[in-house]
């Protein structure tokens, strides 16, 4: 890694801020170094989690939602999640186009991050995306992911706190994604706020919180209208209530700490696998798995052997 480069993403060069997330995001060689330098300038960013059923107007929110921050913070990213292509691995959604408007502020930067096929909707390297962002001095970071129902719940490892947006017209939709996502939900965000059906949805929602007697924080209901800005000043102030008894209550340092051990967790998982695959190597590995196939011995009986071996 370049020293030179990540002095100059430090001061604001967003060529260079691209090149390291990069880096980290396809786990290049010097990606370690580059989290090990930045690592202790992290944890000062506020984290928003945006997420929800396909078709609620996500990205128009997170455009205005930007906006509003920049108003008052220096710096403001959003890392957009798409779905990927099932032959590139790349993103396929394009958001940043919906954000035209955006690029010309210098105080915003946008990065699109492929899903690559992990559950969660989140990209395995949004947490340390983010964290490169944070580091960088970002003082919002807006992480909107694909909608991908109940799984999900992955943004809430990454966001201080999680936005669930739903629209009008939803129906079924609502009840699917109760046992999952509402419960990470901290803000509930009805969008497209000016349709019919808008009080029955939040109606709906209200009836479903009503069933979470035991959470200490009850998620208000917002309604908003990406298009025209309608409720988005309502929701920084959502967002913003949740953050201070978050932090009052100290949910935030148990949330920071959860995200914390998933990631520590990750990078064990990753160590043992590749030191195993060394130890154990392609052939033994290939010959288990071919007996496996043939039906000579279980999975289990497999790994056993390997792991004796």
Same mark, same amino acid.
């Given at each position: 890694m370049?020293?030179?480069?990540? @002095?100059?993403?430090? &001061? #604001?060069?967003?060529?260079?801020?691209?090149?390291?997330? +990069?880096?980290? =995001?396809n786990d290049e060689p010097g990606a370690a170094a580059v989290l090990r330098a930045l690592y202790p300038a992290t944890g000062h960013a506020e984290i928003v989690g945006i997420t929800g059923p396909p078709g609620g107007g996500k990205s128009t929110l997170v455009n205005r939602l930007?906006?509003?921050?920049? /108003?008052?913070a220096g710096k403001v990213a959003i890392v957009a999640?798409?779905?990927?292509?099932?032959?590139s691995g790349g993103a396929i959604l394009g958001d940043r186009i919906r954000m035209r408007e955006r690029f010309l502020d210098e105080g915003?930067?946008?990065?699109? $991050?492929? +899903?690559? #096929?992990? &559950?969660? #909707?989140?990209a395995r390297a949004s947490a340390r995306v983010v964290n490169v962002l944070d580091a960088l001095g970002t003082d919002v970071v807006l992480v909107e992911t694909v909608g991908v129902g109940q799984e999900e719940v992955d943004v809430a490892r990454v966001a201080? +706190?999680?936005? *669930?947006? +739903?629209?009008?017209?939803?129906?079924?939709?609502?009840?699917?994604?109760?046992?999952?996502?509402? %419960?990470?939900?901290?803000? *509930?965000?009805?969008n497209k706020a000016d349709r019919p059906g808008a009080d029955e949805t939040a109606r709906d929602l209200a009836q $479903?919180?009503?069933? &979470?007697?035991?959470k200490p924080w009850k998620p208000p209901i917002v309604r908003t209208s990406a298009q025209t800005g309608e409720g988005v000043a309502d929701l920084v102030g959502a967002i913003a209530?949740?953050?201070?008894?978050?932090? @009052?209550?100290? !949910?935030?340092? %148990?949330?920071?700490? #959860? &995200?914390?051990?998933? %990631?520590? @967790? =990750?990078?064990?998982r990753e160590?043992?696998?590749?030191?195993? !695959?060394?130890?154990?190597?392609?052939?033994? *590995?290939?010959?288990?798995?071919?007996?496996?196939? !043939?039906?000579?011995?279980?999975?289990?009986?497999?790994? /056993? =052997?390997?792991?004796? /071996?």
């Amino acid at each position: 890694m370049s020293g030179d480069l990540l @002095e100059k993403a430090r &001061a #604001g060069d967003k060529r260079s801020t691209a090149r390291l997330l +990069t880096i980290v =995001e396809n786990d290049e060689p010097g990606a370690a170094a580059v989290l090990r330098a930045l690592y202790p300038a992290t944890g000062h960013a506020e984290i928003v989690g945006i997420t929800g059923p396909p078709g609620g107007g996500k990205s128009t929110l997170v455009n205005r939602l930007a906006g509003a921050y920049r /108003e008052r913070a220096g710096k403001v990213a959003i890392v957009a999640v798409d779905p990927s292509s099932p032959f590139s691995g790349g993103a396929i959604l394009g958001d940043r186009i919906r954000m035209r408007e955006r690029f010309l502020d210098e105080g915003i930067f946008i990065r699109s $991050m492929a +899903t690559r #096929g992990h &559950a969660g #909707g989140l990209a395995r390297a949004s947490a340390r995306v983010v964290n490169v962002l944070d580091a960088l001095g970002t003082d919002v970071v807006l992480v909107e992911t694909v909608g991908v129902g109940q799984e999900e719940v992955d943004v809430a490892r990454v966001a201080d +706190t999680v936005c *669930l947006v +739903t629209v009008p017209g939803l129906g079924d939709d609502i009840q699917a994604i109760k046992a999952g996502v509402l %419960e990470i939900a901290d803000v *509930l965000v009805v969008n497209k706020a000016d349709r019919p059906g808008a009080d029955e949805t939040a109606r709906d929602l209200a009836q $479903m919180l009503s069933l &979470a007697k035991d959470k200490p924080w009850k998620p208000p209901i917002v309604r908003t209208s990406a298009q025209t800005g309608e409720g988005v000043a309502d929701l920084v102030g959502a967002i913003a209530k949740h953050r201070a008894w978050s932090r @009052e209550s100290g !949910e935030y340092r %148990e949330r920071r700490q #959860g &995200a914390a051990r998933a %990631e520590v @967790e =990750e990078l064990l998982r990753e160590a043992l696998l590749r030191k195993l !695959e060394g130890r154990v190597g392609d052939g033994r *590995l290939n010959a288990a798995v071919a007996r496996v196939a !043939e039906r000579a011995i279980d999975p289990y009986a497999a790994v /056993e =052997e390997l792991l004796g /071996e």
